[in-house]
């Protein structure tokens, strides 16, 4: 219920705007324990909830939600204290489109991730030639994130979506998924040697793949010393649209959609082969498919192999996952979709994870099914994303059709035409709605926290000491501050109107208190106890130094202080024996010469920069039905540069990369 209808209610006469927003606040503190994140649109009958998983008889209270009730609340960088929308090129999973922020907005009650066809010409890297290239893309569509903002370690996530376009037809890949907070989607460099890692033992064999392993006696950056972190990622939903008919090794037929848990370190010998149910010798005691719903093991994706140089650099990612059959009202009603995550402690034992879809169990796991590597069951601070990817991994032809060779897709060109999946192109613009996004975490319990940097997990300083990681280049800065106010208006109504904001009398909106962004549409979101990083004092007076380096700092000063005395000791015995005396203008023999402004001649000014440019080796092996591109890993190859060379410029080229994040799910 809104927060006009309830002063109307409550009052029985119309609030005034300032009014309005103290009862927002108001309601915001009384409705939860943790109310900072939760949307005051969120009805009462959903502050707290039960638990399907048998036997967990806690109450689950709000701790976040977002109702995409408030019309046209737009997520670029700046905009929303909630989410965040990409502006970037997609470099993972040989994905096939471009995300803009353009192509998410929220729309009678729902937030709206629109599939269309534009171009977009980026600045890419040819990995043959070594040089800078201009790429072309000609979808476009969107990817909402969390992080950094909104995370969260354990409890109940829970999403009410319709999938875009038509069951029938494959190609377009929606994802609700979670990621751990030290690895940012799409940017690659947050991922290299930090996803999927869920894993907090000391292991020589892992230690050069693990960035922050258990061997380490000393941590930077706030990290505790011999502690394990990652970024292991937890897949809510991602659909598979296409043909009916049966597929190898699973009663599972297209349309489904795929549940998942990818960590690391992932099973070294004897794994399961793509395609093939996996051998009972692997382990599977707490590992269950519901009965109620169609579902199954996914066989076509059990992680993938992260390839580098030198070889002890490689790693090896798990994924654990289930498909589920649906039907064409998946595609047109909104279904609700749920995981029920319980993690780890903090020496990572325990825990679960259990994927619900309609209230209906889908797939579960215990922490039991991780014992053949050690890894455990997610601890980390997460965050929430939802996009819509098109990749030619996903849902396209596998093998390339007879007479393609696939070098390139574009709808309504001839050339490129015969790789796409029957009626791909009819199935664009497509559009994934949400209708909500709540999570819930159990009252009183040590194990659930919010926040992205907290004081068992931080990320903080690590994030701030790597910040180039998490951004695009030219960026100043990975986020920027949430704008509150000074989009352009005309009336109050642009500006949220009744209690959001005014339009001011120089045509800027004003917000009202509790409210935020350039048009004042998005309520303010904040962690009701944030954990603060107090960043070490490195001032002079408070450095201490080795006694061995203060003793030789001690020596060459005095060192120093001797050879200053023995050079003014020897000019003045020189002075003495020579009769040196100092020359004046007065002295004989010398002649006062005019100043003279000397030659000036121009200096040749010559500088050169030398880029070096990081290239990840990734080994995706293809299956037929789905991809180990359905993760955070990718193939090709890639590598930055700073070098500028105009769009203009650049070759025209399709370029192969290779990242370690996935679909990504930088």
Request: glycine share 8%.
């Amino acid at each position: 219920m809104s927060s006009s209808k309830i002063c109307v209610r409550v009052l029985s006469l119309p609030c005034p705007p300032f009014l309005l927003a103290a009862l927002v606040l108001v309601l915001r503190d009384k409705m939860s324990v943790h109310a900072g994140w939760v949307d005051a649109d969120t009805p009462s009958k959903y502050y707290n909830i039960s638990a399907l998983t048998k036997g967990d008889n806690r109450n689950f209270q709000l701790v976040f939600s977002d109702e995409f009730e408030v019309e046209n609340r737009t997520f670029d960088d700046g905009h929303d204290p909630k989410w965040t929308a990409l502006n970037k090129n997609d470099y993972t999973n040989d994905a096939l489109h471009y995300y803009s922020s353009d192509n998410v907005r929220t729309s009678n009650g729902v937030l709206n991730i629109t599939t269309d066809f534009r171009e977009n010409t980026f600045k890419a890297f040819d990995e043959d030639t070594k040089k800078p290239v201009a790429e072309t893309k000609h979808i476009q569509t969107a990817m909402v994130q969390g992080w950094n903002k909104f995370c969260f370690t354990g409890g109940i996530v829970e999403f009410r979506a319709k999938l875009p376009g038509e069951p029938q037809i494959g190609g377009l890949w929606p994802a609700l998924w979670l990621l751990g907070n030290l690895a940012r989607a799409t940017y690659v460099g947050s991922s290299d040697y930090m996803w999927p890692w869920s894993f907090n033992k000391c292991d020589p064999k892992t230690r050069t793949s693990q960035e922050i392993d258990a061997c380490s006696k000393v941590h930077h950056y706030g990290l505790e010393s011999m502690v394990g972190r990652g970024a292991p990622e937890i897949d809510v939903l991602e659909a598979m649209g296409g043909e009916k008919g049966p597929l190898p090794n699973t009663p599972i037929e297209r349309p489904y959609f795929s549940t998942s848990l990818q960590i690391s370190p992932g099973i070294r010998n004897n794994r399961p082969v793509l395609g093939e149910q996996p051998k009972k010798a692997i382990g599977m005691k707490e590992w269950s498919t519901g009965k109620k719903n169609q579902s199954a093991l996914n066989p076509f994706f059990y992680g993938v192999a992260l390839i580098h140089k030198p070889k002890s650099y490689t790693y090896q990612s798990d994924a654990l996952s289930s498909n589920m059959q649906i039907k064409k009202n998946f595609f047109e009603e909104h279904h609700t979709y749920r995981l029920e995550w319980e993690p780890s402690d903090l020496d990572g034992n325990g825990g679960y994870l259990k994927w619900f879809a309609d209230g209906d169990l889908i797939y579960g796991i215990g922490s039991s099914v991780l014992n053949i590597t050690g890894a455990q069951i997610p601890n980390e601070p997460m965050y929430i994303i939802m996009n819509t990817a098109v990749s030619s991994s996903w849902g396209f032809p596998k093998p390339c059709p007879l007479g393609c060779d696939c070098e390139c897709y574009e709808c309504f060109n001839p050339d490129c035409e015969c790789g796409l999946p029957p009626d791909f192109c009819s199935n664009i613009p497509g559009y994934f709605e949400i209708d909500h996004v709540r999570v819930y975490q159990a009252e009183g319990h040590d194990k659930h926290s919010v926040g992205c940097s907290t004081p068992s997990r931080p990320t903080e300083l690590f994030i701030k000491g790597h910040r180039k990681r998490y951004m695009n280049d030219g960026d100043r800065m990975p986020l920027l501050p949430i704008i509150t106010g000074g989009g352009v208006c005309q009336h109050d109504k642009d500006c949220g109107g009744d209690y959001h904001g005014s339009c001011s009398k120089k045509g800027f909106c004003t917000c009202n208190v509790g409210f935020t962004g350039p048009m004042c549409l998005a309520y303010v979101g904040f962690d009701d106890d944030p954990f603060i990083v107090t960043q070490p004092d490195i001032s002079a007076d408070s450095m201490m130094f080795p006694t061995a380096f203060t003793a030789v700092a001690v020596l060459l000063g005095i060192g120093l202080l001797l050879a200053i005395l023995l050079d003014v000791k020897g000019k003045v015995k020189l002075r003495k024996e020579y009769g040196y005396q100092q020359v004046s203008n007065n002295t004989p023999g010398c002649q006062q010469v005019p100043n003279e402004t000397p030659p000036t001649s121009p200096v040749p000014a010559s500088f050169k920069q030398t880029y070096n440019h990081a290239i990840i080796s990734l080994q995706n092996p293809q299956p037929i039905y789905q991809t180990p591109a359905a993760s955070y890993a990718v193939t090709g190859n890639v590598a930055g540069t700073n070098n500028y060379i105009p769009v203009q410029q650049m070759k025209k080229k399709v370029v192969a990369y290779c990242m370690i994040d996935g679909r990504l799910v930088d």
